[in-house]
């Protein structure tokens, strides 16, 4: 709860990047690391518009099995390489108990899946590493339930833990998800932990992902995770959501004119 920490837990970073601090952190990249061409650019394109983390997933849950399933290893090793060359922090999702200690050397921090948010045994691990943890809220999970499974983090002792807000299943179909904004400032209240806000998901559409981004800036924020493609037409994943590069250097403009964004 809240009053653990009245003024909040900041999450540090080892480049000297706070989450929870005065400033908004974006994490940018493409949906799936799909080639070293391809996370390469997608890496000088989001550190030339100011952004802070390279997101990327190595390891991708997918609706379909036949769909692309990730590069696994070699994706790690490529995020790794191009952060080295960019300065970017890595953030990427865990999806098994078993990966934790192959993405350690790799990896800046842990990304929890929508679909993972209830994965117990994964959580419980999680709070035994000390690497950050952003945890994404389930697809229908209620916020008690986003609180329980922070719970199971925290308990381990894991402190360096981030929640976000990636849009919920709700009876609309225009959106992809519905992005449930109010739950960053009840987040905000109800925890001592940072919240982020991921209008990709939140939306599937990249026209309406800067509106959001911006919204949920606006309701507090203290970071956001977004997916930007250097091709978005042509991406193995997630394309239709994601921001063109110059879509991701003009929000984040925008953004600065609300609050102070790295
Ligand atoms: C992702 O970030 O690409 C992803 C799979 O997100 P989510 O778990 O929110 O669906
Ligand atoms: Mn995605």
Do not use: W
Not at 52 to 72: C, D, E
Not at 127 to 154: D, N, Q
Not at 248 to 262: F, G, R
């Amino acid at each position: 709860g809240r009053s653990f920490r009245p003024g909040g837990t900041t999450v540090t970073f080892p480049n000297g990047v706070v989450v929870g601090g005065e400033e908004v952190v974006v994490m940018a990249g493409p949906c799936s690391v799909e080639s070293r061409e391809q996370i390469l650019t997608s890496a000088k394109q989001v550190a030339a518009a100011g952004a802070k983390f390279l997101r990327g997933g190595a390891f991708k849950p997918r609706s379909s099995p036949y769909s692309f399933q990730g590069m696994g290893l070699d994706g790690l090793k490529l995020l790794r390489e191009v952060s080295e060359e960019t300065g970017l922090l890595v953030i990427t999702e865990v999806m098994e108990i078993s990966q934790i200690e192959l993405m350690l050397p790799y990896i800046d921090c842990f990304q929890v899946g929508a679909r993972n948010m209830q994965n117990f045994n994964l959580l419980r691990e999680l709070g035994h590493v000390r690497k950050p943890v952003l945890m994404k809220r389930g697809i229908s999970a209620t916020i008690e339930e986003v609180l329980l499974s922070a719970e199971y983090i925290l308990s381990g002792g894991n402190y360096n833990l981030m929640l976000c807000e990636r849009g919920i299943r709700t009876y609309e179909t225009y959106t992809r998800n519905t992005m449930d904004i109010s739950a960053i400032p009840v987040l905000k209240k109800l925890t001592h932990l940072p919240v982020l806000g991921d209008p990709s998901h939140g939306v599937g559409i990249r026209d309406l992902v800067p509106p959001m981004a911006l919204a949920s800036v606006a309701a507090g924020a203290d970071g956001l995770l977004m997916e930007m493609h250097p091709n978005p037409d042509k991406a193995m994943s997630d394309g239709a959501q994601s921001l063109y590069p110059e879509q991701l250097q003009n929000l984040m403009a925008q953004l600065k004119l609300l609050a102070p964004v790295v």
